[in-house]
C-alpha cells in the first residue's frame, strides 16, 4: 500500500515551470527524503499534496484518495505537516499554542507533555513565543504538527534551524514514530540527514526528478567504477577494475604493501551535485 | 457545513488570551467608557447623544477588533496552521466573531449603564444594539480580510468609522444636499432614529422600520463577510 503516489505532477505558475513531470511513489510507512536545490519544487510539491495548491496536471493520491481531499476534516486528522511559514501565536506561550493544536483535534492534555518531551522543550514550556530563538520555534511548530501521531508526516526542512544535539533528539524522536507507523515525507538539505534517517530519496532538479532509490543504492549507480589502494608506503594508487589492476593487487597483497584499499564511491552530496549541477544551498 | 463546537470554543480561548495580552487592541474597550463617562452629565438629547457613544463604540470597538483579530491570523501565517487541523474556516470565523460580540455587548451594556440610559423598552433596546453587533462585526471580518497587516486593518476601519458616526449628524444638512438622504439608511442613523423613536413613545410600526433596516444590513454584510472569507482565503 502507497502512502503517498504521484503520477506525472505538472505545476506552472504563470509562465514559471516549477514542476515539470513528477511521478513517483512513497509505500506506508517509510521515511522518504526529498532533495533537491532552492527553487527545485520541494514546497511545491508538498503543497499540492497537502491541497494547499491544484496541480496543473497529473494525478496525485495521498493515503488512497486524491490530494485535492486533504483539506476534509476526517482526512486532516490523518497528516501532519511542518512548513517554513507555519506560524505561531507569538503572544502565546509554548504550552499555549499546543493547548490551542490539542482543542483542535480533541486530544487529551497529557499529549501536550508527551510532544515537549519529543521536542526537548518541556523546560521551556511556559515561555511565550516572541521570546524565543529560531531553533525553538521550529521544535514548536514541529511539535504542533506532531501531536495528534499523524499517518502521514510532512516535513518541509525539518532541522534546517537545529544545532546537532537537538537534530539528533529529533530525529531520534522522528524514527520512534516511524517505528509506530507514520509515514514521514521530507524535504532537506541536509545530506547527512538524509542518508541517516532515510530509506529512500529523490532528487529534484528544475522540476524533474533525476534520481530516486536508497542512498546506498544511489552511490553504487554513481561509482565511477575506481579502486584506490594505499600502501604502506605512503603511496596512493588509483586504480580500474580490470586485470591488470588484479596482477598488481595480487603482487602488492603478496609483498604485504597494502595497507588499505577501497572502491570510490561518491556521497550524497557529490551525486547531488552530479545530478544538479549546483553547489549545496 | 463543517463546524464543532469544541474547536470553535479552541479558537475562542486563544483568541481571548491575545486579545487580553495585546494591548494595543484591548485598549479599545476604553473607549465606550471613557466616553459613557464624558458625556453622563451632558444635558441635551439623551437619546442622539446615546446614539453616537453607542454608534462610535461599535465602529471603534468591533468593527476594529474584529479586523485586527483576522488580518493578524493573516500576517502571522497561523491561519495556514490552522487550516491544516481539523478546524474549518467557519470554526475559526465564528470562534473570532463570538469573542468580539461577547466583548463588545459586556462593553457597550457597561457603557449604557455608566452613561445613565434609561429605556422604556429594554428588549428592543437589546435587540437593536445585539443586531449592530452583528453588523459591525461583519464589517471588520471585511475590513480584516482586505488588509496584509495589523496595521493596514487598523486604518481601514477608519473610513468605516467616520462614515457610521458622522452620518446621522450630516443629515442635519438635509435640506441644502437632498442627496444626503442615503446617509438616513446608515445602520447609525437608524440606529439613532429607533432611540429617538422610543423617547416620545412611537407606534410599534414606527419602532420596527429602523430595526428592519438594521437586520437587513446584518444579514448582507454578513453573507458578504463569510463570501469573502471563504473566497479570498483561499487563493493565498
Ligand atoms: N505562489 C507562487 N507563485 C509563483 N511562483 C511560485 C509560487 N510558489 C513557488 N513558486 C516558484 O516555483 C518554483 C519552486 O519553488 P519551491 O518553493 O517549490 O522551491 P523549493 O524546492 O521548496 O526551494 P527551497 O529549497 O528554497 O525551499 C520557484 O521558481 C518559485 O519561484
Ligand atoms: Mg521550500
Known sequence: MNAISVQ???????????????????????I???????????TTLLKILTAQLEATGGHAAVMEMPSGMMQKTAQKRRFGILTDNSGLYERLSIEENLDVFRRLYDLPKSSIDQVLHFVN???????RVNVLSKGMRQRVTLACAIIHEPELLFLDE??????????????????YLNERGTTIFLT??????????????????????????????????HRDGTL???????????????????????????????????????????IFIKLTGSELV | MNVSLKRIQAIFIKDYKEFSRNYAVSIMILFPIAFALLYRSEAGDQAAIYAFIMNFSLAMLTSFVQACLIAEEKERNTLRSLMMTPASMLDVLIGKSALVFLISAAVLAFSTYLFGYETSNVMLL??????????????????????????????????????FTAGPFALAFEEQYPFLEVLRYLPSSQLSELLVAMEVGAAAGELARPLVIISIW???????????????????
Open chain 1, 8 to 30: 506525472n505532477i505538472q505545476k506552472a505558475f504563470g509562465s514559471n515551470v516549477a514542476l515539470k513531470d513528477v511521478s513517483f511513489e512513497i509505500p506506508k510507512g517509510e
Open chain 1, 32 to 42: 522518504f527524503g526529498f532533495l533537491g536545490p532552492s527553487g527545485s519544487g520541494k
Open chain 1, 121 to 127: 522543550l518541556n523546560a521551556d514550556r511556559k515561555k
Open chain 1, 158 to 175: 525539518p532541522t534546517s534551524a537545529l544545532d546537532p544535539v537537538n537534530t539528533a533528539h529529533i530525529h531520534k524522536g522522528l524514527r
Open chain 1, 188 to 221: 532537506t538539505h541536509d545530506m547527512t540527514e538524509a542518508e541517516t534517517l532515510c530509506e529512500r530519496v529523490a532528487i529534484l532538479h528544475k522540476g524533474e526528478i533525476r534520481a530516486i532509490g536508497a542512498p546506498d543504492e544511489l552511490k553504487k549507480v
Open chain 1, 228 to 270: 584506490t589502494v594505499e600502501l604502506t608506503s605512503g603511496e596512493k594508487e588509483r586504480l580500474s577494475m580490470n586485470e591488470d589492476s588484479a596482477a598488481a593487487i595480487a603482487g602488492w597483497m603478496s609483498r604485504g604493501q597494502i595497507d588499505r584499499m577501497y572502491t570510490n564511491e561518491l556521497s550524497l552530496g557529490d
Open chain 2, 126 to 163: 437589546t435587540a437593536a444594539l445585539g443586531i449592530s453587533i452583528v453588523l459591525y462585526t461583519a464589517i471588520g471580518t471585511i475590513c480584516g480580510l482586505y488588509s496584509k497587516t495589523l496595521l493596514e486593518a487598523s486604518l481601514s476601519v477608519f473610513p468605516v468609522l467616520i462614515i
Open chain 2, 218 to 236: 446584518a444579514v448582507v454584510l454578513t453573507i458578504i463577510s463569510f463570501i469573502l472569507y471563504k473566497k479570498r482565503l483561499m487563493d493565498q
